[in-house]
């Protein structure tokens, strides 16, 4: 089970030079932005000289009625909420970098991109795979770190999202039943006013007298946290989910709600965006306003000067820096550990929401995506060149396995038993997205067809061609998903036959999972009881090898 990350195979592409390029417009847009409140402050102080603040009135404890300082429930949660998002973030990374570039459109067309994270302009004139266009980060800061797989980044980033999710939840239910909200709930107009006033102190360099945040926050204090906490927060999750296939090709309306699948992603990046800034001045502000006092406040929820809060807090600090450390390197020693781990949680969680959802979505002819990035490689193989050759005119799909009537069919048969149209978006694990006309035979017609046992509980498509790593492609399908209505195995793309690229002469459609699952260049496919008895026994190649999901719909 023990791999080096180092060795060659892993570090795929080669080149993963890392950049930042973003179009001019945006960068002059989210600069005017970020010094929008900045300028107004100045021009404020200029005009009209430093707004007053409402006084901090001296606190007597015995007669205060809001809540008195930290406890122990709000300061555990806190830690862990910390710990969360420092995975959250390297994991987020790590996966952001294997398709590197951020669009507001649904087709990933080239060149509209708003940001990339490469210095690779994509050629147009020939052929470049999203693999090839991934990148990794170092493990100094990504998660994993080294290894291109987004496998292992997102197998961290939904785990800590999952624990982040629950943190969250029993923060904020806390926080109704004790009268911790009233720190940061606003509760009238007037408390804007305030925070404006407070912003024109800071941008200006002038520290107003800051009131003890034991009893209250200062209003731009009290205005940022309840941001993060129910807008960027909720914003985060829900454009994360927003993400998945399942639930996209599920609800139409979802990821429209943030103006489609990328825009999520986009918006997604932008609350990163929006964490860190709200991080630098938090942090800055925690030390420069009384650090001891501050750190003893969130650590052992006293009001003292005492060094221990500080000395126990950066320790804990420390410890989440040694378990970034452990994981890089239990990503790599371990990996299949942790596919096992996610399998366990994730696929709880999977269970009862998004496992069961089948695709309904459909798209009209003028949403095809004028580009559609391709992935994998093309098939080297004799047996496919020659079908190839002649067009695939004797190319016979063989279907066996734990099956009543095995049969061979050729791309005629198919289209004369039945013959699906349907307009679909993709959604590949790496990022991307694209719309597309499949035409096929839906795969239920074919099940039917040969009959398969009882016991059968797994499908699995192999290809002509290979994995990234050598070997045979193949993944599978469970019976269920194998008999949704969307469920195609494609001969035609945007009304022509299959291109080659495409996955020429069939592909699987399963609209309901992840890119990786739809092989192409299909050679057979066999009905087995369990995906264990096929390649490693994870349930595909990718899976046995890059440590995907098996049930890939998130
Ligand atoms: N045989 C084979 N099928 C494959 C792959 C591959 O590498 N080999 N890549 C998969 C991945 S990761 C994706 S996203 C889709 C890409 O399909 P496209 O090239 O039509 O975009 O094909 C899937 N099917
Ligand atoms: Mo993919």
Not at 72 to 85: C, D, E, G, S, T
Not at 86 to 106: A, C, E, M
Not at 348 to 353: D, E, G, T, V, W
Request: aromatic letters at 16%; one cysteine or more; proline letters at 6%.
């Amino acid at each position: 089970m023990a791999e080096n990350p180092r060795t060659d195979s892993f570090l795929n592409p080669k080149d993963h030079r890392i950049g930042i390029y973003i179009k001019w417009p945006y960068l002059v847009a989210f600069t005017l932005l970020a010094l929008a409140p900045v300028a107004m402050a100045w021009t404020q102080y200029f005009t009209m000289g430093l707004p007053s603040l409402p006084d901090s009135p001296k606190i007597n404890p015995e007669s205060f009625n809001d809540p008195i300082g930290f406890p122990a429930w709000l300061r555990i949660n806190h830690f862990v909420n910390f710990f969360l998002m420092v995975l959250l973030v390297r994991s987020g990374l790590s996966i952001l970098v294997d398709h590197p570039r951020l669009y507001w459109n649904d087709h990933c067309t080239l060149g509209s991109e708003w940001i990339r994270f490469t210095p690779i302009v994509v050629p147009k004139d020939s052929v470049w795979t999203a693999k090839q266009d991934s990148r990794y980060l170092s493990p100094w800061i990504g998660l994993p770190g080294f290894r291109h797989t987004v496998g292992i980044a997102r197998i961290w980033h939904f785990l800590s999202a999952f624990f982040w999710f629950a943190n969250g939840l029993i923060f904020v239910g806390l926080l109704f039943c004790t009268n911790q909200w009233k720190r940061l709930v606003p509760m009238d107009f007037q408390i804007f006013l305030d925070a404006w006033s407070v912003q024109v102190h800071y941008a200006t360099f002038h520290l107003p007298v800051e009131p003890n945040g034991f009893y209250k926050y200062n209003p731009l204090q009290q205005l940022s946290y309840f941001g993060v906490v129910f807008g960027i927060a909720p914003v985060t999750f829900l454009t994360g989910l927003a993400m998945s296939p399942a639930i996209d090709n599920r609800f139409k309306w979802f990821p429209y709600l943030f103006g489609g699948r990328q825009c999520a992603r986009s918006i997604h990046f932008l609350a990163l965006l929006g964490y860190l800034g709200f991080l630098v001045p938090h942090v800055t502000m925690v030390i420069i306003t009384g650090f001891a006092q501050n750190m003893n406040h969130i650590v052992f929820g006293t009001d003292d000067t005492n060094p221990m809060g500080m000395i126990v807090g950066l320790s804990a600090i420390g410890l989440v820096a040694a378990f970034c450390v452990f994981a890089n390197w239990f990503s790599w020693k371990y990996p299949r550990w942790l596919q096992l781990v996610s399998r366990t949680i994730i696929g709880f969680f999977k269970r009862l929401f998004v496992n069961k959802m089948e695709s309904v979505v459909q798209y009209k002819k003028e949403n095809i995506s004028p580009y559609f990035w391709p992935n994998g490689n093309l098939p080297t193989c004799d047996e496919w060149k020659n079908l190839s050759a002649n067009n695939f005119k004797d190319y016979r799909l063989k279907v066996f396995g734990l099956v009543e009537n095995p049969i061979e069919l050729s791309l005629d048969d198919m289209e004369k038993i039945a013959k699906q149209d349907q307009i679909t978006m993709h959604h590949c694990i790496q990022g991307w997205s694209g719309i597309a006309h499949w035409g096929g035979i839906p795969l239920q017609k074919i099940i039917e067809m040969v009959k398969p046992h009882k016991d059968v509980k797994t499908v699995v498509f192999h290809s002509y061609g290979e994995g990234l790593h050598g070997g045979e492609y193949y993944d599978t399908l469970t019976i269920y998903n194998a008999q949704h209505q969307l469920t195609l195995l494609a001969f035609e793309m945007n009304y022509e036959r299959l291109p080659l690229l495409y996955g020429a002469p069939l592909r699987l459609r399963a609209e309901n999972q992840l890119g990786f699952k739809m092989v192409k260049w299909i050679k057979s496919i066999e009905f087995v009881t369990s995906e264990k008895s096929v390649g490693k026994g994870f349930g595909g190649k990718n899976e046995d090898d890059e440590y995907y999901p098996m049930l890939a719909n998130i």
